[in-house]
């Protein structure tokens, strides 16, 4: 990666006026991702309707920002990196880096993070920052009308 496709940002936490851009960001984030991972349409959901009364699973949310605009969240508890969404305007320009870089500050060890097989861009990102392949899950994409996926659990130690 090049420094001028480098995308500083501020990592701050989130605020509940955030929740609007969270949920675009998400959406658009999450289409690419199904899509990279060959899973059919039926399997999106709004962020809207997925995230438990906005708290994202109950961890702790944090968003990276620029110039007072969203690019990127991540919700985290102190073992599990929960959520992890960047703008798709955005991908490769580090803001995905900079939020687990953020999280792996204030996290233990090991810290898990779920994702869908075949999301190549995803798994380049954290095997970049160490994580490694922990274990591969069969199942259904939850709140759908059982889409079949197959996910992965990665693990920093």
Same mark, same amino acid.
């Given at each position: ?20 851009? !969270?949920?675009?960001?998400?959406? +658009?984030?999450? /289409?690419?991702?199904? #899509?990279?991972?060959? =899973?059919? *349409?039926?399997?999106? !959901?709004?962020?809207?309707?997925? +995230?438990?009364? /906005?708290?994202?699973? #109950?961890?702790?949310? =944090?968003? *990276? ?8 969240? +991540? ?83």
């Amino acid at each position: 990666m090049t420094a001028a496709h480098y995308t500083m940002v501020t990592i701050r936490a989130y605020q509940e006026a955030d929740w609007p851009q !969270l949920c675009s960001i998400h959406d +658009a984030a999450r /289409k690419t991702e199904l #899509g990279e991972a060959n =899973i059919k *349409a039926g399997a999106f !959901l709004p962020l809207e309707k997925c +995230a438990q009364d /906005k708290r994202l699973v #109950g961890g702790k949310i =944090i968003v *990276a920002e620029r110039d007072q605009k969203i690019l990127g969240f +991540a919700a985290y508890s102190s073992h599990q990196l929960a959520w992890l969404y960047v703008t798709p305007h955005h991908f490769s320009e580090g803001i995905g880096q900079q939020l687990i870089r953020h999280i792996l500050a204030r996290t233990d060890r090991p810290l898990d993070v779920q994702m869908l097989d075949g999301n190549r861009r995803a798994l380049r990102l954290y095997q970049h920052m160490g994580f490694e392949i922990y274990k591969r899950t069969q199942g259904h994409i939850e709140g759908t009308n059982n889409v079949p996926a197959t996910g992965l659990t990665l693990r920093l130690r």
